[in-house]
């Protein structure tokens, strides 16, 4: 899907770049609908608290993916940025220890199940690439994922892509391969996030990164295995 092919695709979007006063309209609409979400989430508890069953109920709230409004000259999602990939993740445990805390740890959505499967007492079938969070819940400041893995594909120039991306605490790392072949590497995407959080300037194809380009993508094509939490 071309960049922002969804929303294109409803009456009365230009193809082109979107002007000043439909973009305020499009990010009212946005936020309109975290408040009307935040609004129904806050009836789901209130009716767990008069059925007397909040103090008994894991409660996780998560989106399926992030949403760009207009960064990157783009909208939606259907990308390798950061943006796109970047998803709330709420978890609410009775008798909890850090209720309200938040963590600088990197999670993925393969993790929710055997979190829940570990909170709720049951056994955790085998073959889960996810980790339980529960760690994580204890102690929110320990040491976890080295990194997290997504992959969103693109054409260009008549090229089908699939784009491999892998977060690290400090980098964001895209490889580009041809689908048709997976050893063909089409190009790299490199951003510190330290330094540019909002993904601005592709780094990879700097001569003082070669190393760092190497070392990542060996780090990437080794997969969730090889970034499992310290035991």
Same mark, same amino acid.
């Given at each position: 899907m071309p960049h922002g092919g969804e929303l294109r695709s409803y009456a009365?979007?230009?193809s082109g770049p979107i002007p000043d006063d439909m973009a305020r309209t499009l990010k009212h609409g946005y936020y309109a609908a975290i408040s009307y979400m935040d609004a129904q989430l806050g009836r789901v508890l209130d009716e767990l608290e008069r059925l007397g069953l909040r103090d008994s109920t894991i409660v996780v709230l998560w989106g399926d993916h992030g949403w760009k409004l207009g960064e990157h =000259? =783009?909208? /939606?999602?259907?990308? /390798?940025?950061?943006?796109?990939t970047n998803a709330p993740l709420l978890i609410s445990v009775p008798g909890m220890k850090h209720a309200g805390r938040s963590t600088d740890a990197l999670a993925e959505f393969v993790d929710v199940y055997p979190t829940l499967v570990e909170l709720a007492g049951l056994p955790a079938p085998p073959g889960?690439?996810?980790t339980s969070l529960v760690p994580l819940l204890e102690d929110p400041g320990r040491p976890w994922k080295s990194a997290a893995f997504s992959q969103y594909? @693109?054409?260009?120039?008549? @090229?089908?892509?699939?784009? %491999?991306?892998m977060r690290t605490d400090q980098y964001r790392l895209t490889m580009w391969v041809h689908r048709d072949d997976p050893n063909r590497v089409d190009a790299f995407e490199? %951003?510190?996030?330290r330094d540019d959080p909002q993904e601005n300037e592709n780094i990879a194809v700097r001569l003082d990164m070669a190393a760092a380009v @190497?070392?990542?993508t060996a780090k990437l094509r080794a997969g969730w295995p090889a970034a499992l939490p310290p035991k």
């Open positions: 009365g979007v230009p =000259a =783009a909208w /939606c999602k259907h990308t /390798c940025v950061e943006t796109d889960l690439e996810g594909p @693109r054409s260009q120039e008549g @090229r089908q892509l699939m784009g %491999y991306s490199l %951003y510190d996030h @190497r070392d990542l």
